[in-house]
Each structure stands twice: as C-alpha cells, then as structure tokens.
C-alpha cells in the first residue's frame, strides 16, 4: 500500500530476500506460536493496548483456512509491487485468531500514529470490496471490523523494532 521512497525494493536480491523472509513468517508463524511466545520475537512487547468494539458479527464459516487465505492473498498482492513491501501482515496462534501487521523498513511506520494511517488505508481497500457494498456496510465498516468478521480477535501493529500496540477485537 505504501511505496519506499529509497527505491531499495528494485534491487532483485533484495526483493528475493524479503519474499523468503515472508514466507518464513507465513510457514512458521502457526507452528511457532502455539503458545503466546510472538512478543520479543518479531516486535517488542506491546506497551499499550485497547479494545475495538466492532459492529460486525464473525461470520459463520470463518476458520483458520480462511484467515489464512487471507493472509496468503495479501503477502501475494504485496509482493507482485515493483518495491519491497513496507510490512508484513501475518497470523499467529493456534487458530490463527491473531493478526500481526509489522514493519519490515526504515520507510513503513515507526509510531502508532503512522501504524493508524496505514490501518485506515485498508479500510478504504475494504470498504471497497464487493463484500462491504453488498452488505451496504461500506461507509460504517473498518479494516477492523474485516478482521471480526473473519474471526480475527487481536491486532498487533509494530515497526518491528522500538514500539508494539495490540487491539483486542471484541
């Protein structure tokens, strides 16, 4: 969603090395944090937190799968830009219920306030999508709210290196 402004992402070993470290955290993730074990290990320990109180329900057929095809169809729209993506959207957890968004650049955000921007970046994606206009939810919903529908119940946004933030989703 954000382009790098250093243009380091044209450099093709550069964009092989962040598509194997993508990889990396998509195939280890589930398997790694069978037990709450994320923070210290791809972002500090959150220091703040809060509670989203979304208005959408968790659809009846959300499961592990369909979170995970989620994440999968992102990393892949991620990568297919001619620059190295700013971050990194993953799940964790045994039901992969835990969403984590992390930075993976000097360019992607580097407080909460730049993690917000990017958080109501893809709600405009969202309220985008045929799903949101067909539920005529376009302009009440929130990327959040995606999330709930999908069975996601946390969000962990950090740049990965001095600042964690986590959402429970209720």
């Known amino acids: 969603m954000l382009a790098t402004a250093d243009g380091c992402g044209n450099h093709p070993g550069m964009k092989i090395r962040y598509i194997t470290l993508l990889l990396a955290m998509v195939l280890i993730a589930p398997a790694a944090f069978a037990q709450d074990r994320h923070a210290g290990y791809y972002f500090p320990a959150p220091v703040s937190t809060e509670t989203y109180g979304s208005r959408a329900e968790t659809v009846h057929d959300a499961s592990r799968a369909i979170r995970l095809k989620f994440i999968t169809g992102f990393s892949r729209e991620q990568l297919a830009r001619p620059y190295a993506p700013p971050y990194a959207l993953f799940a964790q957890g045994a039901d992969g219920e835990k969403l984590l968004l992390i930075g993976t650049g000097a360019n992607s955000f580097r407080n909460i306030y ?39 119940t946390q969000l962990t946004v950090s740049d990965g290196k001095s600042f964690a933030h986590r959402i429970d989703i209720e």
């Open 114 to 152: 730049q993690a917000r921007a990017v958080l109501a970046q893809m709600t405009a994606v969202a309220r985008g999508t045929p799903l949101f206009k067909d539920l005529q939810v376009e302009e009440i919903f929130t990327f959040l709210d995606l999330a709930k529908m999908m069975g996601f």
